[in-house]
């Protein structure tokens, strides 16, 4: 089974500083997506970046950024210039490709920003 | 368009009562989810739906069952509720196609008396 693990359950940022959150994840299939969602106190899942285990180019959605090292099955979120309104809870997301598409998702790092 | 949509948003229950959790969708999607959140635990998959008329069991399926007689919708249902039931639990859909991420509903607060 693919387990994801978030193994920082807080973290806290200056605002317009930078600040790394870690996910790891354990699979043995070569084909994969994987995602970062954000979760405000609204409880609203929202899209914040996604990659494909195949594209060796990281991907970018404005401030946000994600460092991904298949070997090493990491993919961190990396927020530049956070803003107040980037607290929430993040939650990293391995999704299969297979019949079910299913999801799994870590245990969440709370994001406190400071300002 | 509104998305994934969740009937009720609250409930209380007590030990031993049934109900029934509805998650609507009008994107056409064909696979639907049902998760439970609960603190320090991050998202767990219930069961799931690859279209109209299936379902398959997710990570956590016991005390749950789940129907999908119209593709629009996924119910889940709670049979005998227990305590260990309390939780948040959210639907989402997905679109066929790759690189597609889920579409959560706003979720439901679930309490067990």
């Known amino acids: 089974a693919q387990t994801v693990t978030q193994s920082q359950p807080e973290m806290s940022v200056q605002e317009a500083e930078t600040v790394t959150l870690s996910c790891t994840y354990d699979t043995s299939e070569s084909d994969y997506y994987l995602f970062w969602y954000k979760q405000p106190p609204s409880r609203q899942m929202i899209l914040v970046i996604r990659?494909?285990?195949?594209?060796?180019q990281n991907a970018t959605e404005n401030r946000f950024s994600v460092n991904f090292q298949k070997a090493a099955k990491s993919f961190s979120l990396k927020i530049s210039d956070s803003q107040l309104g980037d607290a929430a809870m993040y939650f990293c997301?391995?999704?299969?490709?297979?019949?079910?598409?299913?999801?799994?998702f870590g245990t969440g790092t709370s994001l406190t920003v400071i300002p | 368009n509104a998305g994934v949509t969740q009937t009720p948003k609250f409930r209380v229950l007590k030990t031993g009562q049934s109900m029934t959790l509805l998650c609507a969708q009008d994107m056409n999607h064909e696979y639907m989810y049902w998760y439970r959140q609960d603190p320090g635990m991050g998202l767990r998959l219930i069961h799931y739906?690859?279209?109209?008329?299936?379902?398959a069991k997710g990570e956590v399926p016991d005390g749950y069952n789940v129907s999908r007689l119209k593709k629009q919708n996924f119910l889940l249902g709670l049979e005998s509720a227990a305590p260990s039931q309390t939780s948040v639990y959210f639907c989402?859909?997905?679109?066929?196609?790759?690189?597609?991420?889920?579409?959560f509903g706003p979720g439901t607060r679930l309490t067990v008396l």
């Open positions: 990659q494909e285990a195949y594209k060796q």
């Open positions: 997301a391995y999704r299969r490709k297979n019949t079910g598409n299913q999801f799994y």
């Open positions: 739906s690859v279209g109209e008329g299936t379902t």
């Open positions: 989402a859909s997905l679109p066929t196609g790759p690189y597609n991420e889920q579409f």
